[in-house]
């Protein structure tokens, strides 16, 4: 089996936790992304949790925002994790779109504070058919609507909170928070 060189986007927020899930899979090398350079070699690319309009400052200040949009619409895989589904929406109520790929409109910190953080089960038809996954929630946003391409994955509390477009995954969940690499 082949291993899939997966880059985290290493600017600010869960990039460690990222790098520790991809290392406990077998086909995957994880490595961290701050360069074009290092963006250039990644063949799938996660876009972490954090502070979305941080990560929007940074993209622009290290000059990745329009490679990394380029890489994107060409077909690379991304999966945006909370922040990361900011980063990808078209649409932000209350803010500013960033990169602008994908047919989803999202509300910010939606689910409330860092008080309100909580964890909840679902399943995912397309990730997990049968068993549900623990989803940790931490000041997330949620999607407001889907259009074009997009479609629903997940929704949680009446809320979409994961959605999936061709190349494009996001979801308001983090993943790398729980010892699941379904």
């Known amino acids: 089996m082949r291993t899939k060189k997966i880059g985290v986007l290493a600017l600010q927020g869960s990039v460690e936790e990222h790098l520790h899930t991809l290392s406990q899979i077998e ?6 992304v701050r360069t ?8 799938a690319i996660i ?23 380029r ?13 990361g589904m900011i980063l990808l929406a078209r649409e932000v109520e209350g803010g500013e779109s960033t990169l602008s790929v994908m047919d989803i409109s999202v509300r ?6 860092q008080s309100d953080s909580f964890s ?11 068993d549900p996954l623990r989803l940790v929630f931490i000041r997330a946003p949620w999607v407001e609507r889907v259009w074009g391409d ?19 995954l996001a979801t308001s969940f983090h993943p790398e928070l729980t010892n699941s690499t379904a």
Not at 52 to 67: A, H, I, W
Not at 71 to 83: E, S
Not at 108 to 113: D, S
Not at 150 to 168: D, K, S, T, Y
């Open 47 to 69: 876009l972490p949790g954090g502070e979305s309009t941080t990560l929007r400052k940074l993209l622009r200040e290290f000059e990745l925002e329009d490679p990394l949009r």
């Open 71 to 83: 890489r994107i619409t060409d077909g690379m895989p991304v999966w945006g994790t909370c922040a």
């Open 108 to 113: 910010r910190n939606a689910y409330g504070r």
């Open 27 to 32: 086909a995957a090398e994880g490595f961290p």
């Open 150 to 168: 997009a479609h629903i994955l997940c929704e949680v509390g009446g809320h979409i909170a994961a959605v999936r477009q061709h190349n494009m």
């Open 120 to 130: 909840a089960e679902a399943v995912i038809p397309e990730v997990s058919p049968s």
């Open 36 to 43: 074009k350079e290092e963006l250039s070699r990644a063949e």
